[in-house]
């Protein structure tokens, strides 16, 4: 048994061009694949990609003082990522997100295969050790039944009142989640439901930020990512693993992946 430590996002004080070029070229690459991809999405990404990568990846570092707790840090960049989403919804360059403020439309968290870095999965692991345990335990209860999230089904932690639970330290994937039409979404998820399609996102930004804040988490390589539902439930079944996941140190058997990771 060997303990891997979640890896500290460091940031990077100078972006390479190398970087920042790949991460745009992938992003181009998946949203203008199409000639309406193409037609919508290449003139904003072109004019706001350097800025919108530059600052996720460089920025958390600076001003941070000596704060050396990962989980911490990767809060920063939670913070981080939602000032450039707010500064990129209020620069009027987009249709405005028709997802209600006050939490009043769930439905992507009802329909949406929820999938989050290990890095991650450790903010939420040290949310959940807060929850009494009532609360953790109505998480519990609720997963048997749901299975993995995603077409016609939940994520564990949206609460019956259609609230997310860990609302504060909630996925990257859910920080970026939104759209310019409740319809649309509604027919997405109908179609989904048949087609084991998702529904899709309609901002450019969100995938450059997604992108950039895995880039920042992990400098190094690839994030191994979770499966919302059972993460949650290999850890509120064992508090063991609970605690050392909550303390930034993923056991992991020797050569082989954590059960949780995908
Ligand atoms: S992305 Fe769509 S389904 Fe999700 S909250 Fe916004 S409008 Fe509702
Ligand atoms: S983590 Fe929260 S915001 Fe994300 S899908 Fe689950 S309930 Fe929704």
Not at 8 to 22: G, I, M, N, R, W
Not at 238 to 260: F, K, M, N, Y
Request: charged share 25%; with cysteine; proline share 7%.
């Amino acid at each position: 048994m060997e303990k891997i430590h979640t890896d500290h996002p460091s940031p990077v004080k100078e972006l390479p061009d190398t970087l920042e070029a790949k991460i745009i070229d992938a992003v181009l690459e998946e949203r203008c694949a199409s000639e309406e991809g193409m037609r919508r999405y290449r003139p904003l990404l072109e004019e706001r990609a350097h800025r919108i990568v530059a600052r996720l990846i460089v920025g958390p570092g600076e001003g941070d003082g000596p704060d050396n707790d990962s989980l911490n840090q990767i809060h920063a960049l939670f913070n981080l990522a939602d000032t450039i989403v707010k500064d990129e919804l209020d620069s009027d360059r987009y249709p405005r997100p028709a997802c209600p403020d006050d939490g009043g439309c769930s439905a992507c968290c009802t329909h949406m295969r929820i999938v989050l870095s290990a890095q991650e999965a450790a903010v939420i692991a040290r949310e959940l050790l807060k929850l009494t345990e009532p609360e953790k335990a109505e998480i519990a209860h609720r997963l048997p039944s749901l299975g993995k999230s995603g077409p016609g089904s939940r994520c564990g932690l949206l609460g019956e009142q259609g609230l997310c639970t860990l609302y504060a330290a909630r996925p990257i994937n859910c920080r970026t989640h939104r759209s310019c039409s409740i319809t649309a979404c509604e027919d997405r998820i109908r179609l989904g439901r048949n087609a084991g399609e998702e529904v899709v996102f309609t901002y450019p930004f969100d995938d450059l930020i997604r992108k950039s804040f895995h880039h920042a988490l992990r400098p190094s390589g690839t994030p191994h990512f979770l499966e919302m539902n059972t993460f949650l439930a290999s850890v509120l079944h064992d508090d063991e693993e609970l605690a050392a996941w909550a303390s930034g140190q993923i056991p992991v058997e020797d050569g082989t992946q954590h059960p949780g990771v995908t």
